[in-house]
């Protein structure tokens, strides 16, 4: 059998969220106890703790990675209201011979929120650096660093008003422009018969952000949201933990309506429904291709499940909170599964409906793709770029 | 009151008292270890009842002696005042006299609450109802009591006397010890308020609050400064320095049954409700921001401890993480574990991590079975890639390399035996380098072009061949039988046949032959086979007769004669259709497209042809089919192809690497989704050499799209550019051409404009451009202008840099820029250079 190795987090309460960087080599974890402590590999197999700092004075509920071509740069969010961008760099040289010791530098403290802030995340990175941020007071807010060389000066560019409390956001992850950019927000409120996912769409003609959609089959609180990667495919899937795990596909739909309004149309069809976390689902996390889902629920357990074909997902795998695979209970699973898949898809085409209000702040800034060689990330680009002149 | 089944922890690990009518010590034993009676609790958990006490009277209120380490100590507060100490059996306290010893006030009336003191252990105290001529809150001290007791066996100790008493006429609903004053206590009383008593001086005013919530008051173990209380639903939090207000009220749907601070983790309150089955959990959030004054947050949450019946109570567990125990109104009990919310994410390296508990973390690599067991296509995708997977420059290598995946090595092969096709000019006309046999064909609903022509059965005798078959002939018809892997040359097929037979496909063999009418060689084929069942199929075929009315064609059309192996069932089809109508070959899906496209281009007329490949065409592509590729070729039905294949598999590699290969650069605009996908994954695996030799082969495609020059150099002092003046150099044309030609190794020191030194090494201090002393052989790098140990590198950030050799020396040990008075920490500027992973 196979061993899952432990780490002990060294955080004094619940550890909230755990985010690996763009590789997986990095690991970084924010806990109640307003902690944030990052992790390295070293070698193939320990991770070592190499940075903890108190970062929020609040439960530190979520922290995401930006792409690494921004540098080390971390964002959280916090209970107590605030948002920030963290950068990490080299600290004075202890003594000659000896390497500097790294450390994490707050960049900003973005404090536009009223409430807890639940939920941030960067944007795909072709739209440069942008980070949105929502909260429990159900606004949703984009920012932007319109110069990436300088992280302490982010301009809020969006405000998005969800009515509904936040809990969980997701950005579409396309790596092109050929998708207008997208996010998913999840509300946890309880008390609200209405659906409880909405998917906003970055409008190019009217330069708001816009609701396209509201996900009307889930009414119970969203703990978790996440899109799978695109590559490539015509069709999105997203993942939503609530009381149980539901995978949905949203199809652009091309048709004239669409393209005179300049808001996609998307056809949502929930493929999977999988209640085996019996009450309630609290986490959801894609692999690389978006073909196998890991969720976390309330029966203690790490539930993968995979796609064998289009839109036919089966529950592959079953651990324990302390890693020992439960084998019958994974069969047990795809029988209980197979009737889910069994019912037909709850099929509704989205109408557009302008229920999100959105207000735009800030300068008026259009992100253009910047024009550089393909694999060299801007920022170095950029700095190429000056340092033969001085040189 | 004795109908309410109550369950509480002892301060022994293992061990929970119920109690109702009367009051039983339970041991908790694990099921594993040979557990057989009693009842159970959990999946791994159960219990064996391990004595018993009948309760005199009825019991109204009970605490554990908070010291018992081994043996328990109860007292049990009763209706008519009295708080009897009771162990079960034989106790070590026995020998302090304290079972069985009795508190009890002047004025009989009911206990509602008893409490020891969690510091001083030996203080008591209980909660009565109104009298109006005695105090209900009395503390007691057992052990003085006792002593009393033993010494002089006077009037006094028979009717031990409270140690303290507060609150003249009025009524105690509930008590509560803080955990850090042993004397404090907060008590709710009189349905109006909860009073803060301090036994060092009780006749001062007491802090108190004015509140109906005076039942279930409790103090949160880690923090003396909240208090918890309930009336009817709603539960109230009150934070003791600012006791005037509630700081949380959290109204509930159904009226509360019993409240309790969780003791393992902060600011964790658990209640639950009449009629109801069960555990409300409540978060209790409050940060201080600034000393400003907010509202703190309660995150909700609801367990379901899993019992058929209503809960009546439940208590936490002391020391184990969330544990609690529930009892139902049927006595049944359950042990259950509130899981803390596990947190998880699932790296692009395979890594995944969750979080288990509130302070571990386990993860598990890609090494790990589990990986193995899932056969992903993201794990695929890597070990292909790894294995140079479509950087082959013969196409066919790269299907080797899927060989586990039929249909995507058949496709490479088909790249390969196709444009093999077009570059030796089996296949004309086309401008395409793979051409599908729909473009080969050229069909239109409305032309006919081919010619039909009659022919009989090419190796029979005459005497069972009496009809004829109509084949049609075009030279496309040719073409698209080439790219179906029909050969038309006799002698080349019937090599084909034999290879076929080679590899134990004998029923496609045979099927071939049939349909290329050479019957004799489809019977010795089958004949030829290991398998006995094609033996005797062959000897059926034999019997093989045109005659409509045959007995032989009236059984083998026979819809009952089934055959396992789709190839014998097309041939006996083809042989038995009548009127020229072979759709029972053309539908037959599991032979495979080749064929049945290679059967319809000889069998079919044009406007037949024509409507069959284009639904073929449609359904290939509706399936994501591969083998659909035959028909499109690289044209945008192939496209579509692709990206219905990808959409089902979610293989962007293939996708990539099939459009990169094989579509014309005027197509490459409609993958480029797939190859940033793509590129982008192999970023994410760091298979950066990969990625780069992907990115060629992507470039080459593109001939006249040149990747721009990404870096400059220019002349510190008349800022003119040395790089283009390099670059022309390099190509032997430009100003100074006559410098390259002279020697095999560039020496440029100064600025080729304005003859101003160039920048120096900052380790050996020489100008870029001159050699340095160490010489190499030469031979290896002639093609370069300069081998890379002396190439010039410089700092991203400081701009001070030098021979890469030098300066990778000088990193080797140090971290700071070389150069005197900067203090630019260089090394550490890139962090995949820095913290290597392999």
Known sequence: MFEAA??????????????????????????????????????????????????????????????????????????????????????????????????????????????????????????????????????????????????????????????????????NPSLTNNHPQMIAVGSDDNTAQTGKVFIFEYSENSRRWMKIETI??????????????????????????????????????KDNSSIQSGLTKLDVQTVAQFTDHTCTVWRASWNVTGTVLATSGDDGCVRMFKMNYINSWKPVTVLKGDGAVIPNDAHRGSIASSTGVLTPPITQTASYNDSGSMVRNGVNYTLKPTNCPQHIPPRLFKRIRQSFNSI | MSGRLEVI???????????????????????????????????????????????????????????????????????????????????????????????????????????????????????????????????????????????????NADHPRPISEYGLSETTYSLAWFQNNSKLVAAGMSLKNIKLIDFRDTTKAATSTLTKAVYGVCVDPHNDHYLASFHDSQIYVWDVRNFEKSMVCLTQPKSLMKISWCPTKHNLLGALHKESSLIHLYDIQQSAVANEDFEPSVLDRTVVP????????????????????????????????????????????????????????????????????????????????????????????????????????????????????????????????????????????????????????????????????KQYNHEDRDCA????????????????????????????????????????????????????????????????????????????SNPKVKMSDPYLRAMFAFLTAENANYDNVLNENEISVDDRVAFACTFLSDSKLNEYLKSLTTKMISEGNLDGMLLTGNNMDGIRLLQRYLDITGDVQSTALVSVRAFGADLLQETQDWVLSY?????????????????????????????????FVSCKFCGKSISAYMHGLNRGRGTFSRMGVTANK???????????????????????????GVQDNGDTEANKLVDFSNWFTWCQTCRHGGHSSHIINWFREHSECPVTACTCRCFSVDTISANPTK
Not at chain 1, 129 to 141: F, M
Not at chain 2, 43 to 65: E, H, M, Q, R
Not at chain 2, 88 to 99: A, V
Not at chain 2, 396 to 424: F, H, M, Q, T
């Open chain 2, 481 to 556: 039988l080439n790219l179906c892997g029909w050969h038309m040359d006799t002698e080349k097929f019937l090599k084909f046949l034999d290879r076929l037979a080679e590899k134990n496909a004998h029923s496609r063999a045979a099927a071939l032959a049939v349909f290329n009418l050479r019957l004799r060689t489809a019977i010795d084929i089958l004949h030829k086979s290991p398998d006995r069942n094609l033996n005797v199929v062959a000897m059926a075929l034999a019997g093989f007769t045109d005659d409509k009315n045959s007995m032989w064609r009236q059984f083998c």
């Open chain 1, 6 to 171: 432990e780490i002990n987090a060294e955080h004094k309460d619940l550890i909230h969220d755990v985010a690996y960087d763009f590789y997986g080599n990095r690991m970084a974890t924010c806990s109640s106890d307003q902690y944030v402590k990052v992790w390295d590999q070293i070698g193939n197999e320990k991770w070592t703790l190499t940075s903890s700092w108190k970062a929020h004075s609040g439960s530190v509920w979520k922290v995401t990675w930006a792409h690494p071509e921004f540098g080390q740069v971390l964002a959280t969010c916090s209970f107590d209201r605030t948002a920030a961008v963290w950068e990490e760099i080299i600290g004075e040289t202890p003594g000659p011979g000896e390497r500097g010791t790294r450390h994490w530098v707050r960049r900003t403290n973005l404090v536009d929120s009223r409430t807890s802030v639940t939920d941030v995340k960067f944007g795909p990175k072709c739209l440069g650096l942008q980070l949105a941020t929502c909260s429990a007071d159900g606004i949703i807010r984009i920012y932007e660093a319109p110069d990436v060389m300088n992280l302490s000066q982010w301009t809020l560019q969006h405000e998005i008003t969800c009515k509904l409390s936040c809990s969980c956001l997701s950005w």
């Open chain 2, 746 to 772: 560039m020496k440029m020191s100064a600025c080729p404009h304005c003859r101003k030194p160039l920048t120096r090494c900052v380790i050996c201090l020489m100008h870029i451009g001159t050699t340095t």
């Open chain 2, 306 to 469: 899993g019992s058929s019946k209503n809960l009546t109570s439940f208590s936490w567990h002391e020391t184990d993480e969330n544990r609690l125990l529930t009892i139902a109104s049927n006595g049944s009990l359950i042990d259950y574990t509130v899981f803390e919310s596990i947190t998880l994410n699932y790296a692009a390296n395979f890594n995944m991590v969750w979080t288990y508990g509130r302070k571990t973390m386990k993860c598990i690599n890609k090494s790990n079975e589990l990986f193995a067991n899932l056969d992903d296509v993201s794990y695929r995708m890597m070990e292909r890639a790894k294995n140079g997977y479509g950087l082959k420059d013969e196409l066919y290598k790269n299907g080797e390399l899927v060989d586990d995946d039929a249909a995507l090595a058949n496709v490479w092969n088909w790249l390969y035996y196709s444009e093999k096709l077009v570059a030796d000019g089996t296949v004309k006309n086309t401008n395409s380098k793979h051409p599908g046999v729909r473009d080969v064909l050229k069909l239109d609903a409305n032309a006919t072009k081919s010619e039909a022509h009659s022919t009989t059965w090419l190796d029979l005798p005459a005497t069972n061949n009496l009809g004829v078959i």
């Open chain 2, 679 to 711: 590129t982008n994954l192999l970023d994410t695996w760091q298979l950066w050499h990969e990625r780069a030799l992907f990115d060629v082969m992507f470039q080459a495609q593109r001939p006249n799209d040149k990747p721009r020059q990404q870096v």
């Open chain 1, 216 to 253: 009307i089959t889930i009414m119970e609180p969203v703990h978790d949201i996440s899109f799978a990667p695109n590559l490539g495919r015509s069709y999105h899937i997203l993942a939503v933990a609530t009381k149980d795990v539901k995978i949905i596909n949203l199809t652009p739909i």
């Open chain 2, 9 to 155: 922890w002892t301060p022994v690990h293992d061990k929970f008292i119920t109690w109702g009518s009367d009051f039983s010590l339970y041991q908790v034993e694990n099921i594993r270890e040979g557990f057989s009676a009693g009842c159970r609790m959990s999946s791994s958990t159960g219990a064996n009842l391990l004595a018993s006490t009948p309760s005199t009277y009825f019991a109204k209120c009970v605490d554990v002696y908070p010291q018992s380490d081994k043996d328990i100590l109860l007292a049990i507060g009763y209706t008519n005042g009295r708080i009897i100490l009771t162990t079960f059996g034989p106790t070590i306290y026995d020998s302090q006299g304290i079972p069985k010893k009795e508190l009890f006030p002047r004025y009989p009336r009911q206990c509602n609450a008893v409490a020891w003191n969690p510091i001083d252990v030996n203080k008591i105290i209980g909660g009565l109802d109104k009298h109006r001529s005695e105090h209900s809150v009395l503390l007691w001290d057992v052990v003085r009591g006792s002593s009393n007791y033993e010494s002089s066996n006077n009037r």
